[in-house]
C-alpha cells in the first residue's frame, strides 16, 4: 500500500509557463515533506521542503503547498526552464522514525 | 568536499555471485540510508543506520545485510544476487533527518 502517490508520471509544458507537480499522501502523521529533483545518471538533489504545520513555502522559482484537509501537496515551478526537465520525486517524513517516503516520481519536459 | 561517493558505478552479476556496494561520506552525517530505485517504483528504503554501531531495516530488506563499519562508511551486501535485485542503488547521508544527500547510484544488473 503506497502511502506516498504521485499519479502522473510525465508531464510536458513549454517554456516560461508554470509546471505544477502533484502528490498525495495517506498519512497524518509525516511531519515534513520534500522534493527531490534527479537528473539521468545522478542522484537525487533536495529542491524544498515544507513543514506539516505550514500550508506554504518559497524559494525563488520553486513554491510547495499543503494541503493537509486533502492530503495533497504541489509543487509549482514559475517560470519554468528547460533546464528544471528532470525526475521530481515527492518524499514524506515519518516523524516518529525520521524515514523518508518517496512517491513514484514525475518526469518533466520543458519545451523551448 | 566529496560529499557522497558510491563505488562501483556499474556491476554485471549472476545469479548467486556475491557482492558489496560501498557508500561513503564526508560531511560528518549520523545518519545513512541505502534506496533501490525501480522503474515506477520511486525509491524504497533498504536498510538505515541512524548512528554510528546501528542498523535497521527499511522496507524492502529481504536479501541484503548492512554494515556501517565507521561514521563515515556504509556498505550493502548480496549475499545471493536473484535477477529481482536488479536496480540502481543509491546511498544518501543526513544530519537533519530530512534533507538527505544522495551519491551517484551504483546501476546493478543480475543475469
Known amino acids: 500500500d503506497q502511502q506516498v502517490k504521485q499519479n502522473s508520471p510525465s508531464l510536458s509544458v513549454q517554456e516560461g509557463r508554470i509546471s505544477i507537480l502533484n502528490c498525495d499522501y495517506t498519512n497524518s502523521m509525516f511531519d515534513y515533506f520534500l522534493w527531490y529533483k534527479k537528473y539521468p545518471a545522478e542522484g537525487p538533489t533536495f529542491l524544498i521542503s515544507i513543514s506539516s504545520i505550514k500550508d506554504k513555502n518559497e524559494d525563488g522559482r520553486f513554491t510547495v503547498f499543503l494541503n493537509k484537509s486533502a492530503k495533497h501537496l504541489s509543487l509549482h515551478i514559475v517560470p519554468s526552464q528547460p533546464g528544471d526537465s528532470a525526475v521530481y520525486f515527492c518524499a514524506a517524513r515519518e516523524g516518529n522514525t525520521g524515514k523518508l517516503i518517496f512517491g513514484q516520481g514525475t518526469t518533466l519536459q520543458v519545451k523551448p | 568536499n566529496a560529499g557522497v561517493t558510491q563505488t562501483p558505478k556499474f556491476q554485471v552479476l549472476k545469479t548467486g555471485q556475491s557482492m558489496t556496494l560501498q557508500c561513503a561520506q564526508d560531511?560528518?552525517?549520523?545518519?545513512m540510508y541505502w534506496y533501490r530505485q525501480d522503474p515506477g517504483m520511486g525509491l524504497r528504503l533498504i536498510y538505515y543506520s541512524a548512528s554510528e554501531g546501528t542498523t535497521d531495516k527499511g522496507e524492502v530488506p529481504n536479501g541484503y545485510n548492512v554494515s556501517r563499519l565507521n561514521k563515515r562508511e556504509f556498505s550493502l551486501r548480496l549475499e545471493s544476487a536473484a535477477p529481482s535485485q536488479t536496480s540502481v542503488y543509491f546511498c544518501a547521508s543526513t544530519e537533519l533527518s530530512y534533507e538527505q544527500y544522495f551519491g551517484p547510484g551504483t546501476r546493478l544488473t543480475v543475469t
Open positions: 560531511m560528518n552525517h549520523n545518519s
